[in-house]
């Protein structure tokens, strides 16, 4: 790419993340959009493939939808940012990976939380060890709208949502992956183990999932994410041997301006420039973390994550 030059975008799935991400294109001083694409009108998401003027795509679908969009966009040559989760099983994700590492284009799964100041600080002093070695992580990512009873049905282009087969879970595939991924980036560490619980059944998503993670260091970070709990003192809350790190405004922040930043470092990364962006490898780490919090729940026991 000449320095100058913008990155010309595509959106696919037109829903309110869809118009988020537009919006943030629009800001970004390193993007232009030009097309669109719906997922109700078929044959769009091909002509924005076979359309050379298109650099990346944005794949916003529903969640069950990724996996076959992005391996097409990579065949396509285009470079690619992806809605979380990246797919709905392991499987899928290491297909996306193969399918991408035959080509040249770039994947990248939008974890917009990354880009505040506050984690990249935070990640800073737990790598300079200014907490001192850590002991334990809490982190809580919780609103409260379902706790109401005779709630209104979704609007008919969110009820995806309530879907598990297409959405994978309810609180834990909106927020709870966003924390899985703000766990493995702050400390930089992997995750091996989690016990889990969530209120899911074999028809409904979860309201509330609740996961004890072992790092690699045997750190425990408990995490809970929940679309029913009013109230909730949503943080991060990191312990060292030094001291103890808390993290709030992340949470409470305007994710346009995030967004945004997602997409100027986009262009970075396609100049050669290394950034906080979520790589391939970030999403499928956060996926292998989803499909282990899952089978914890299923089997109720402790599950390795691979």
Not at 12 to 20: A, C, E, P
Not at 38 to 59: N, Q, T, Y
Not at 219 to 245: C, E, M, Q, W
Not at 257 to 278: I, R
């Amino acid at each position: 790419m000449h320095e100058h030059k913008k990155v010309s975008w595509a959106v696919t799935g037109l829903g309110l993340q869809g118009n988020r991400l537009m919006k943030a294109i629009a800001s970004s001083h390193n993007a232009k959009l030009v097309a669109t694409a719906s997922e109700r009108e078929k044959g769009s998401f091909v002509e924005i493939l076979k359309d050379k003027s298109i650099d990346a795509v944005v794949v916003a679908t529903p969640n069950d939808a990724h996996a076959k969009q992005v391996t097409a966009a990579a065949r396509a040559g285009k470079h690619i940012l992806c809605e979380k989760p990246l797919a709905l099983s392991l499987r899928k994700a290491s297909a996306i990976a193969h399918a991408v590492k035959k080509t040249r284009i770039r994947c990248f799964v939008n974890y917009h939380l990354r880009m505040h100041p506050e984690v990249q600080r935070a990640k800073t002093l737990i790598k300079q060890k200014k907490l001192g070695d850590l002991t334990y992580i809490e982190m809580q990512w919780s609103i409260g709208g379902l706790a109401q009873k005779n709630l209104p049905p979704l609007p008919r282009h969110m009820r995806w949502r309530e879907n598990p087969a297409q959405s994978g879970g309810g609180a834990l595939m909106a927020r709870g992956v966003h924390l899985f991924d703000l766990l493995l980036f702050i400390t930089g560490q992997e995750a091996r183990e989690v016990r889990a619980w969530s209120d899911a059944t074999s028809t409904t998503v979860d309201r509330t999932a609740i996961g004890i993670f072992t790092l690699r260091s045997g750190v425990p970070a408990v995490i809970t994410t929940s679309k029913s709990i009013p109230h909730a003192d949503n943080r991060i809350v990191i312990y060292g041997t030094k001291g103890k790190l808390v993290l709030r405004n992340i949470f409470t922040a305007d994710p346009h301006t995030m967004y945004a930043a997602v997409f100027d470092a986009f262009a970075s990364e396609l100049k050669g420039k290394k950034t906080p962006l979520a790589t391939l490898e970030d999403g499928i780490a956060a996926v292998a973390m989803a499909e282990a919090f899952l089978t914890s729940v299923i089997h109720k026991r402790a599950e390795r994550i691979t």
